[in-house]
């Protein structure tokens, strides 16, 4: 136990680092997710086959190895930045994939007439789709978008192989000063269990508040 | 102000609706009426390309329809759709629903916009359901909003593609009344539809379809008292006597 306390400024640290890799590439998630799913579903064929290779890709590849690649394959070819920025935007990426799926299947479960409804208005599929389908889309799917967030959290623990001093390599390195992994590692898991507990949460009480009848 | 000429649609191997020529002058209330699969249904999603047509052309107010972006939006907001399932938007009120394509569309202030849809609820008799969402109203009471949403464009024609098909019985009376008020204050209308005494009451023209063709037309009172097709009497037979 004093292995935890006497090292609460490290874990501290790698908790800030991790909250702040989690909450960035989320954003960015979300963004990539939005404008995937627009390609997605959208009427125009060349973007369709795009987002569509893009999901296959990202969804078939192991995060460990994007991270992997970035980290080392970027600089050869003249990219460079920071460790941290690297892996939130992997991260994003990455996960910007399945948040893009979980919208699909949002949108695909919001009836055929609304999008026409829209349409036979007038407004542009690009307005139907931000107006009409996808914030009903998005009220179907907030419990697996809570549970994109959580894996996404858990996900950015990787990003301790490629050398950020998240969370989990925070643990690692108290780990080798102490050799106590028990205490150590319960208390990371702990925090991220804390985080976890904390998505739950917030998802359960948004699905409530956005229902819509039907 | 509509104009159909050799309009052909497969779905498939299936010939949906075979060489349609059809017209439509400014103030006209054209009903179309026919078996389940005839055809009539996509013709009027044809009007304002919700499907798309395989051969023919359809002008509407002497203009082409578009093939597709912001040329056929802009067509679109001219022609007022009302659908079978009324497809309100199930996340906004029903004011909001009649309030959105003005706002987005037309680019009409709020405030305006506001105005425009309490008067027209208050036309289709459900002003005090404003506030409410879509799921909360009764199928007529969704149909009359959808009406509303759909003429809060202004629009120079409307098509209404079985409006009251989905109603239960004494609701079909308040829908019916609101298309009646429209077609008497001389409104373009396109109405499929299986109201046989609404056909008969509104219809400048009665349009009878069969297996994709336009088999007969004619103004309502010579068309159901004296059908000249034998397709048409035997459809008129069967409907007209339950």
């Known amino acids: 136990m004093s ?28 963004a990539v997710g939005l404008v995937i799913v627009a390609m997605r579903v959208g009427p125009v064929p060349v973007l369709r086959a795009v987002a569509t290779v893009y999901v296959e890709t990202l969804q078939n590849l192991p995060l460990l190895v994007l991270l992997v690649l970035a ?88 990003a301790a192989a490629v050398g950020v001093v998240e969370l989990t390599a925070a643990a690692n390195r108290v780990n080798l000063l102490e050799a106590q992994p028990i205490p150590i590692f319960v208390g990371a898991g702990l925090a991220y269990a804390a985080v976890a507990a904390c998505a739950g949460f917030v998802t359960g009480r948004l699905e409530r508040r956005l229902a819509v009848a039907r | 102000m509509i104009r159909v000429r050799g309009l052909n649609k497969w779905f498939g191997e299936h010939h949906v609706l075979h060489d349609v020529d059809l017209d439509v002058a400014r103030g006209e209330v054209v009903v179309v009426i026919g078996p389940s699969g005839s055809g009539k249904s996509t013709l009027c999603r044809c009007l304002n390309r919700l499907e798309a047509a395989d051969s023919g052309e ?147 023209r009665v349009v009878f379809m069969d297996g994709g063709r336009i088999v007969e037309t004619g103004e309502p009172n010579a068309f159901f008292d004296s059908p000249r097709t034998d397709r048409a009497r035997d459809f008129l037979a069967k409907v007209l006597t339950h």
């Open chain 1, 3 to 30: 292995a935890l306390l006497d090292h609460l400024p490290e874990f501290w640290q790698g908790l800030v680092v991790t909250l702040q890799m989690t909450a960035a590439s989320f954003v960015g998630a979300a």
């Open chain 1, 71 to 158: 980290v080392f394959g970027l600089p050869e070819i003249g990219l460079k930045a920071g460790l941290t920025t690297t892996a939130i935007v992997v991260i994003a990426l990455y996960e910007g994939a399945y948040i893009a799926e979980a919208l699909r299947s949002g949108v695909n479960a919001i009836s055929a007439g609304q999008g026409e409804a829209a349409r036979a208005l007038g407004l542009t599929f690009g307005q139907s789709l931000r107006h009409v389908v996808l914030p009903q889309a998005l009220r179907t799917v907030v419990q697996p978008i809570g549970n994109i967030f959580i894996a996404l959290t858990m996900n950015t623990s990787l």
């Open chain 2, 58 to 204: 359809i002008l509407v107010d002497g203009v082409p329809v578009p093939a597709e972006g912001r040329a056929l939006a802009r067509l679109r907001a001219d022609v007022g759709m009302v659908f079978q399932n009324f497809n309100l938007f199930q996340h906004k009120t029903v004011l909001e629903n009649v309030m959105l394509a003005p706002t987005k569309v037309r680019g009409v202030s709020r405030a305006e916009a506001e105005r425009t849809a309490h008067e027209l609820l208050a036309r289709v008799g459900i002003a005090e359901q404003a506030g409410k969402q879509p799921a909360r109203l009764s199928g007529g009471q969704q149909q009359r909003a959808a009406i509303a949403r759909a003429l809060a464009m202004r629009p120079k024609v409307m098509l209404f593609d079985e409006p009251t098909s989905a109603l239960d019985p004494e609701m079909v009376g308040e829908v019916l009344d609101v298309m009646t008020g429209l077609a008497a204050d001389g409104m373009t209308m396109v109405v499929v539809t299986h109201e046989m005494g609404f056909a008969r009451r509104a219809a400048d």
